[in-house]
């Protein structure tokens, strides 16, 4: 996933994370259909990578983001939905991180977490970003640094690469 140099703050950093998903989950659709036994080799690889990556997103969005919204921001019942969001992608990527190359349910339930995925980020892009921004309590520069931080810090505890 991106580093934060070039990002102004926390809402750029989240959103870079979400094109560089969202780039995976297109080259995997892109992928899905061909029995060429490398595309079923990468479809696997960049499950992995999607699963991985986004786990690491949730992980600093409930850890750092989330709760300071929460302390700043009087209407929270958008991050209540985010959260219940995160846990039915959580729940997917753990069905998917179980599944072999074989299971015919295999890319059913990448483009579900796909499509899970899309909504969540709009809805971050067109309410949670805007209210964060808009949010003078919020040093969102700041905290682009703290989450790009556990970001590294928990890529390195699952030995991916930034």
């Known amino acids: 996933m991106p580093n934060s140099r070039g990002q102004k703050d926390a809402c750029d950093l989240l959103d870079a994370d979400h094109r560089a998903v969202k780039k995976m989950f297109k080259e995997y659709e892109e992928l899905t259909g061909s029995r060429a036994r490398s595309a079923s080799m990468k479809k696997m690889e960049l499950a992995r ?6 786990t690491v997103h949730a992980t600093i969005e409930e850890e750092i983001f ?6 700043a921001l009087k209407d929270t019942d958008m ?3 985010a959260e219940v969001e995160h846990q039915s ?3 997917l990527i753990a069905q998917i991180e179980q599944m072999g190359e074989a299971d015919e349910m295999f890319d059913a339930k990448v483009k579900v977490l796909g ?3 899309d909504h969540h980020v709009k809805e971050e892009r067109n309410e949670i970003f805007t209210k964060a921004r808009s949010n003078r309590k919020l040093d969102l520069v700041a905290m682009r640094d703290e989450l790009e931080a556990r970001k590294e810090e928990l890529m390195a505890e699952m ?3 930034q």
């Open 115 to 117: 499509e899970y995925i």
């Open 49 to 54: 990578q999607i699963c991985h990556e986004l």
């Open 66 to 71: 989330y709760p300071a919204l929460r302390e």
């Open 79 to 81: 991050l209540a939905e």
């Open 159 to 161: 030995g991916m690469e």
């Open 89 to 91: 992608a959580k729940d």
